[in-house]
């Protein structure tokens, strides 16, 4: 535990609080941690915020790129089925636990805030008893490591009503300010420049998760001819571990293939139309920039990507297509006719507009700040 703080360190401590964000693995873990933390120092631009993470996810990029510190403890990874590494989990999470203490103790934490997954565990871990709990969960049916989490937690956020656990606000996704502000008719000629995409030509936004997709790869990269001849652009990540072929149409629009997307803001920009994985963070995005999206939702796990895509669904901003249906044949019988046709692209953005919560960053860092007994600057 911490040593007892006197005075003017007490003092110092007081007034610029310190606040824990554990979000590692996956993207859509750590960017709503990223994008609270932009949130904490916009409203307390004093305040401090460490990032928890393990040498295995994306964190160990994106939390520098963002100019947070990050603070590494080993991970603990649960098994899904019984497994020999079944047996090893008490001593990982007992080693992960007693890192997390100590690195919480080092920076002096306020209040920890976890987005599930398995960096949040350890963490709920670590600082229960000893520092305050804020636990945000983004998929209507939570992780193992939130509903440990909520069980001892001060506040409770959630990304949808009727998430089931206790204590729930909804509060939405916090998303980077880069995508709640983004003006895409503003941007429009200088993302589709930055990817060589044509100027004018209706254009379509294809991306799986950060490591990408394979049944989006194989199904859209086979349809580039049927894009090329109904003149539709496309720009499509792949995932830096993959490699896509994309038969060639000179004179025509471009089929641009990309490993990786850095610049998201411009890509949705570039995007009259957007055909991904249907993940929280995802879901929230688009919706948040207006784009009418064909949502191919990731066949594994309890479903929870399907559901992310039913608001936007239900409002008319968006089409479900279930993996297993992802053929060419589906992409020239769905996908095409609806990039090409200017009038239902409209419709659908503007069912978009008011759906998901562009707030979320700021109403989640002020739940976060007063967990940690800090005054908003500016607040009475």
């Excluded at 089409?319 to 046709?341: F, G, H, I, N, S």
């Amino acid at each position: 535990m911490s040593e007892p703080v006197k005075g003017s360190e007490k003092a110092a401590r007081a007034s610029a609080p310190t606040i824990v964000v554990a979000g590692g693995g996956t993207a859509g873990h750590i960017e709503p941690a990223l994008a609270l933390a932009d949130a904490v120092l916009r409203l307390r631009p004093d305040a401090s915020v460490v990032a928890l993470g393990t040498e295995r996810g994306l964190e160990t990029k994106l939390v520098p790129e963002r100019g947070y510190p990050l603070e590494l403890i080993p991970p603990v990874p649960m098994p899904r089925k019984p497994t020999p590494e079944l047996l090893r989990l008490p001593m990982k999470v007992r080693d992960s636990v007693k890192r997390t203490r100590e690195v919480l103790s080092k920076v002096h934490a306020d209040v920890v805030v976890g987005f599930g997954g398995y960096v949040a565990l350890p963490a709920y871990l670590g600082a229960r008893g000893r520092t305050p709990i804020v636990v945000h969960e983004a998929n209507k049916q939570p992780g193992l490591a939130n509903k440990v989490g909520a069980r001892f937690a001060k506040r409770v956020a959630v990304a949808v009503p009727g998430t089931p656990l206790p204590g729930a606000e909804v509060v939405g996704i916090p998303l980077r300010r880069s995508i709640t502000t983004l003006d895409r008719a503003e941007l429009r000629a200088k993302a589709r420049e930055h990817f060589g995409l044509d100027p004018d030509a209706p254009t379509l936004l294809v991306f799986g998760g950060s490591q990408g997709a394979r049944t989006i790869n194989t199904a859209l990269s086979a349809s580039a001819k049927e894009f090329a001849d109904a003149g539709v652009g496309v720009l499509h990540a792949h995932g830096p571990k993959n490699t896509l072929a994309v038969q060639e149409f000179p004179g025509r629009p471009a089929y641009v293939p990309v490993p990786y997307l850095e610049r998201m803001d411009l890509a949705y920009a570039a995007a009259d139309v957007v055909l991904c994985r249907s993940g929280a963070m995802t879901a929230a995005e688009v919706s948040a920039v207006g784009l009418p999206a064909v949502f191919v939702p990731l066949p594994i796990g309890n479903g929870e990507q399907a559901v992310n895509a039913k608001p936007a669904v239900d409002a008319g901003a968006a089409l479900l297509v279930d993996d297993a249906d992802l053929t060419r044949a589906k992409v020239a019988e769905l996908v095409v006719p609806l990039v090409t046709d200017a009038a239902r692209v409209a419709k659908m953005s503007a069912a978009a507009v008011g759906l998901g919560h562009r707030e979320a960053d700021e109403v989640l860092a002020r739940i976060v700040l007063e967990a940690a007994g800090a005054k908003v600057t500016g607040d009475d």
